[in-house]
Every structure is written in C-alpha cells, then in structure tokens.
C-alpha cells in the first residue's frame, strides 16, 4: 500500500515569509509526528497528534511553528515569519496507535531552505 | 527524561568484517527500543525493535541487536558488513510511561570500505 507522503519534496523562501509542509500519512494509521533534522544532527521532535486527542506540542521551537490535523488524516506544518535557522528537513511519521512500540513509518521529508 | 546516545559520529569497517553500531538509553520504566536506517536522500527506514522478550531482536538486512538491560544499551551489529550497508544509521527509544515521545540519537554514520 501506499506509504507516507510529503510535499513539497524542497521549498525555498526567503527569511520572512510563511511556509506550509504538507504529510498525508499512512491510510488508518492514527497516530502522526512531525520532526526536524537539521545538516549533522539527530532528529528533534517537534509535534504528535493522536486521533482527535489534544496534540503534544512541546517540541515546537518557537511559535512560529504551528500544526494542524485536519480529519484525522492530513497534516500541516506552518512555519511564519521563516528565518535562516530553521532551514532543515521536516520529516512526518505515522503509526498505527500512539501507545506501545509501535513502528514509526517515515516520508521522504520536505528540504526547507531559507534564504 | 529520556535520552539516547549514539557515541560514535562514524564507524568504518571492511567489507567482510563484523560490524557494531553503539547506542545507549536512559528512560523511565521499560523501553521500547528500534533502529532505523537512511540511505542518501532518502526518508528513514525501520530495521528492527525491541519490545519484550528474547533479548536479542532480528531484523532487516541481516541486522541484529541485542537489548541489554543491566548495560542500557541496544547495540546494533551485522556479522558481515557489506558496500550497501553504507547509510546513517538511528537509534530510538520511547518508554512505557508519561509520554508517546521517541527520542532518536544523533546518528552514526556508517562506511563499509571494499
């Protein structure tokens, strides 16, 4: 079946303006997450939305970052007023539940490069 | 608070050659631990997890690993490494307890040299 995907594939902006990262997820897969992985580091938690369970946004590094789920399928990743340092890849998983040990499927991720 | 750490930045090996990829944890309660693996451009792909039970976990692509409880480590290894294992390879753990969290190490470059 069809894994999870993500668009654009690359985004360049210009610092300041606003950006919107796209993840459809995995079809009944309730659980998604967004991450972050910046030129040689790890991947940085940013958000995780369960069904329609209040999300965990205590990764999101400024507020300038939101996110949203709509439907319980579709997910978006805003970042306002872009600056140099959030250029990275934006990566989306998806996974059947939140509890257990679940398997996290990945995207491919959005390059984001602010200028 | 959970954390997860991958030692080495880089790990090279022949072609042939046993390889081990090093992770430790520290979390609340029980982990669950996983592997994933990134080719160039490409998203992250599951290897192998760790539940509950037999301590040693096989997975993808001939990879084991092998959860040691007393050690908090999940080290990563392949008896024969081959050109093609050549990608960053991640570490993961989410605990059982107060949080959905998985927290990924910082990686390990992996060059198997011919």
């Known amino acids: 079946g069809a894994g999870v995907s993500q668009s654009p594939s690359n985004k360049v902006t210009e610092k300041g303006k606003d950006v919107e990262l796209r993840c459809d997820p995995i079809?009944?897969?309730?659980?998604l997450y967004w991450y972050r992985q910046s030129l040689g580091q790890g991947l940085e938690f940013l958000i995780y939305f369960q069904g329609n369970s209040a999300p965990d946004k205590s990764g999101l590094p400024s507020d300038r970052f939101s996110a949203e789920r709509t439907g319980g399928s579709v997910s978006t990743l805003t970042i306002q007023r872009t600056q140099q340092e959030d250029s990275a890849v934006y990566l989306c998983a998806s996974s059947p539940r939140l509890a257990g040990g679940e398997t996290q499927y990945f995207g491919p991720g959005t390059r984001l490069l602010v200028l | 608070a959970q954390s997860v750490a991958q030692p080495e930045d880089q790990v090279n090996v022949a072609e042939g050659n046993p390889l081990t990829v090093k992770c430790t944890y520290s979390?609340?309660?029980?982990?669950?631990l996983f592997w994933y693996v990134q080719y160039p451009n490409r998203g992250l792909q599951f290897l192998l997890k760790y539940i509950t039970g037999d301590n040693l976990v096989k997975g993808s692509y001939g990879f084991e690993a092998e959860f040691n409880k007393s050690q908090t480590s999940f080290h990563l290894k392949k008896p024969s490494a081959l050109v093609s294992d050549s990608a960053l390879y991640f570490c993961a753990v989410k605990g059982t307890s107060g949080t959905y969290k998985y927290i990924f190490g910082t990686g390990t470059r992996l060059k198997v040299l011919a």
């Open positions: 079809s009944g897969h309730t659980a």
């Open positions: 979390v609340s309660g029980n982990p669950y």
